[in-house]
């Protein structure tokens, strides 16, 4: 009885290095766009990295416990915070997460959006707004 079954092996793209010469003149007329939109990313991630980079510095600059820088590196994952998230991400009491918070807003690092009795609801505005920016 003869086997079925093909060996497949896996297909790798073809890379090779460019040596000096200008993608976009091996990617054709849609380079362009490409191009654009690829140094458009790379110019935002930047900006995000400087930006967190900076806002660290803030928190440890008012000798803050790690638990703010920690809050700090959360809003670039998801830049708004409750205090049940901060609880969450920093592993502390109601207590501990709503001060870590207030420090925060003291640095003009988040802001209140909403307050309501039980969902205070808080927003980096300046990691909001790095990340909608774009080159055009």
């Not at 849609?30 to 995000?48: S, T, V």
């Not at 001060?99 to 807003?105: E, F, M, T």
């Not at 707004?129 to 080159?135: F, G, H, I, L, W």
């Amino acid at each position: 009885m003869t086997s079925d079954v093909v060996a497949h092996r896996p297909v790798r793209p073809n890379i090779t290095p460019h040596h000096g010469r200008h993608v976009s003149s091996d990617l054709g007329q849609d380079a362009g766009p490409l191009e654009h939109q690829a140094r458009d990313a790379l110019h935002r991630a930047r900006g995000l990295h400087d930006l967190r980079e900076r806002m660290r510095r803030q928190v440890t600059a008012v000798r803050s416990s790690g638990s703010a820088a920690k809050l700090v590196d959360a809003l670039f994952e998801l830049p708004v915070m409750t205090i049940w998230r901060a609880q969450v991400v920093l592993d502390v009491t109601h207590r501990a997460a709503s001060l870590n918070i207030a420090k925060l807003v003291d640095l003009g690092i988040l802001t209140e959006i909403r307050h309501a009795r039980r969902q205070r609801l808080f927003i980096a505005s300046k990691v909001m707004a790095a990340v909608e920016q774009s080159d055009g």
